[in-house]
């Protein structure tokens, strides 16, 4: 269960005496007028790996703000199968169907990196964001990219090869937590990937062979960055200049 402490730092990243670090960077791009608004509102939550953030069917009460760690959303199957289809950090925002006046999510959100978050009720959520266009506007924004960012990667599992997938998907977790280690096991990665286990082995084993990143029990390590970089799939990339040119055409 998430661990959960009401004092917030409201005032930008240096947290007060008594505060938390902000991060995020929806939260922290927002004018004056809209963070006297919207952070009163908001929790700080301590998450822990596997903590289910939003179902699939049922109604969402809560929003969230990722602060670090990782979210998946994921797209879940009849027989409980499920893949994931979009990756959230500190860029990121769980809850986007409120912010288009629906009540319920069609994908399975995550916690697949223990990290942090702030927290603003779906009510809440719903009383501010008419006074806040600033806010609503990077949310539709976000929604669009992580839209773009699930039909690219449903591109990626069907036409490239394991370790091309699994580069790309490690450069994507790097971007979001910062560092060279990511904290996951071959079968939570084998899971997000939708390949079997056994392949996700060999892929890591391909990385590593090269020098590229090096493998313990429950960690990755990104050693050569560049290289990775080359050897991951065009998708990298490609969402990499597209989150570019949007950020271009919003200044």
């Not at 996700?200 to 429950?218: M, N, S």
Request: proline share 4%.
């Amino acid at each position: 269960m998430a661990k959960k402490s009401s004092s917030i730092a409201v005032n930008g990243p240096p947290a007060g005496a008594d505060g938390h670090q902000m991060h995020n960077e929806i939260l922290l791009s927002l004018p004056p007028n809209e963070c006297d608004l919207v952070f009163p509102k908001l929790d700080f939550l301590e998450m822990k790996t596997h903590t289910v953030m939003s179902e699939v069917g049922e109604p969402i009460t809560h929003c969230y703000f990722v602060n670090s760690g990782l979210a998946s959303v994921l797209n879940v199957m009849r027989d409980g199968k499920s893949v994931e289809v979009g990756l959230s950090g500190k860029e990121g925002f769980v809850g986007l169907p409120l912010v288009v006046g629906l009540r319920s999510s069609s994908n399975r959100v995550v916690t697949q990196v223990a990290g942090t978050a702030f927290r603003i009720s779906a009510a809440n959520l719903k009383e501010v964001l008419p006074k806040c266009p600033q806010l609503e506007r990077k949310l539709n924004r976000y929604s669009h990219a992580l839209a773009m960012q699930a039909t690219q990667v449903a591109a990626c599992n069907r036409l490239h090869e394991v370790e091309e997938r699994l580069a790309r998907w490690l450069l994507m977790s790097q971007d979001r937590l910062g560092g060279d280690d990511v904290p996951l096991t071959q079968e939570f990665l084998a899971h997000m990937l939708g390949t079997r286990r056994a392949s996700v082995t060999v892929a890591a084993g391909i990385l590593q062979k090269a020098g590229l990143i090096t493998y313990t029990r429950g960690a990755v390590r990104i050693v050569d960055r560049g290289t990775l970089e080359n050897a991951a799939c065009e998708c990298y990339e490609t969402m990499t200049n597209q989150a570019l040119m949007w950020e271009r055409e919003s200044q």
